[in-house]
């Protein structure tokens, strides 16, 4: 089955870290660029990283630049997000989506994980 | 702020037809193509539209989109009530090198 799936999410203190994960499964990973997109609660949805197939391109929101690292390991088929010196407002369910670009003049999340929450609390 | 603006809701009556819009500037939506989802409550976003107006595999040719210039338009005729969820346009921003979403567009089947 293609599927992503997430995990590592929880209740985290402000100013502490966590490290998500994101399984894929059911597809040749390596040949996608991936993404984490977050959705605070009762909000909209608000993308937070992009990474590039081999990693040489890596994109952040403003929101999160300077504290959340994107890497992925192609050879375990796995996306990572290390979020560090988490604040209240990073609190929201946090999805990884493939992005297919194989078609010629776009790109599109076309596949997402269930999402994982992440709440930032003391 | 979204960077793309959506009407915050809309609402029609069953078998009728509905339009919600998206509305961005020229590094957005009018240099890049537009993609729609849709979202159920409590599940995870599902791609409804991509490069502008293609359906995936297994949506229902019900929906449909469009774009011109700098705006885009999601279009859903034969409303069903399993079609009330939170509609979001999104595209890539080449001044901001980022996926930029609009607000959403909670749609309601009176």
């Known amino acids: 089955e293609v599927q992503l799936v997430e995990s590592g999410g929880g209740l985290v203190k402000p100013g502490g870290s966590l490290r998500l994960s994101c399984a894929a499964s059911?597809?040749?990973?390596?040949?996608?660029?991936m993404n984490w997109v977050r959705q605070a609660p009762g909000k909209g949805l608000e993308w937070v990283s992009s990474?590039?197939?081999?990693?040489?391109?890596?994109y952040y929101a403003d929101s999160v630049k300077g504290r959340f690292t994107i890497s992925r390991d192609n050879a375990r088929n796995s996306l990572y997000l290390q979020m560090n010196s988490l604040r209240a407002e990073d609190t929201a369910v946090y999805y990884c989506a493939r992005e297919d670009s194989s078609l010629a003049g776009t790109r599109y999340l076309d596949l997402w994980g269930r999402g994982n929450l992440v709440t930032v609390s003391s | 702020q979204s960077v793309l603006t959506q009407p915050p809701s809309v609402s029609e009556a069953p078998r009728q037809r509905v339009t919600i819009s998206c509305s961005g500037s020229s590094s957005n939506i009018g240099n890049n193509a537009v993609n729609w989802y849709q979202q159920l409550p409590g599940k995870a976003p599902k791609l409804l539209i991509y490069y502008d107006d293609l359906l995936p595999s297994g949506i229902s040719d019900r929906f449909s989109g469009s774009k011109s210039g700098t705006s885009a338009s999601l279009a859903i005729s034969g409303l069903q009530s399993e079609d009330e969820a939170n509609y979001y346009c999104?595209?890539?921003?080449?001044?901001?090198?980022?996926?930029?979403f609009g607000g959403g567009t909670i749609l309601t089947v009176l």
């Open positions: 990474i590039s197939i081999s990693s040489n391109s890596i």
């Open positions: 999104a595209t890539w921003d080449d001044s901001l090198n980022a996926w930029v």
């Open positions: 059911g597809f040749t990973f390596s040949r996608y660029s």
